[in-house]
């Protein structure tokens, strides 16, 4: 019997979620783009007070912007080195749960554009990327990664890095022309 905390913040929605070898035993969210350090640790209280014993847990590693993947992803990998439990990344594309199984899934990447990748069998067959939403004709919007699916794809994939698709606006004044 596994316990995940399942943590996301690839979106403007945070997603904090207690899942039990499948079972959610709490799932919430907040939306608010540039939210997510208050939010997520409002959430995460409210889960632990429903369970406080946690085997893993489990961060969407986006893509995202720069920002909130960082917030959800040192939350995430603090909680878990004060705890000594494992911390596994996935690709929060992977955790959009939809009843098709081939489609293109896609998420606000700001700047008019969108994070996307295609899907074939339920299986990842191109991406993440970044593009302008008329360059990817067929997209699916509006759907956001669930606890229960991102527990889910950390048992057939644990993504180091996190999948930052485009460079950081702020840079060194030395990198500025």
Request: net charge neutral.
């Amino acid at each position: 019997m596994t316990i995940s905390l399942a943590i996301d913040t690839s979106t403007s929605r945070t997603v904090v979620g207690i899942v039990r070898d499948g079972e959610v035993l709490f799932e919430k969210f907040h939306e608010g783009a540039t939210d997510h350090g208050r939010a997520l640790s409002e959430l995460v209280g409210g889960a632990l007070a429903t369970q406080q014993n946690i085997d893993q847990v489990v961060v969407g590693m986006g893509p995202g912007p720069f920002t909130g993947l960082r917030v959800g992803i040192t939350f995430a990998r603090t909680f878990a080195l004060a705890r000594q439990i494992p911390v596994i990344g996935v690709c929060s594309l992977d955790a959009i749960a939809l009843d098709q199984s081939d489609y293109i899934v896609a998420t606000d990447a700001r700047r008019k554009e969108i994070y996307w990748a295609r899907y074939a069998g339920g299986m990842r067959v191109d991406g993440p990327h970044v593009s302008k939403p008329a360059d990817v004709p067929g997209h699916i919007l509006g759907f956001f990664p669930d606890s229960a699916s991102l527990v889910k794809q950390a048992a057939k994939a644990d993504v180091k890095e996190p999948m930052y698709l485009r460079r950081p606006d702020a840079v060194p004044t030395a990198e500025r022309s």
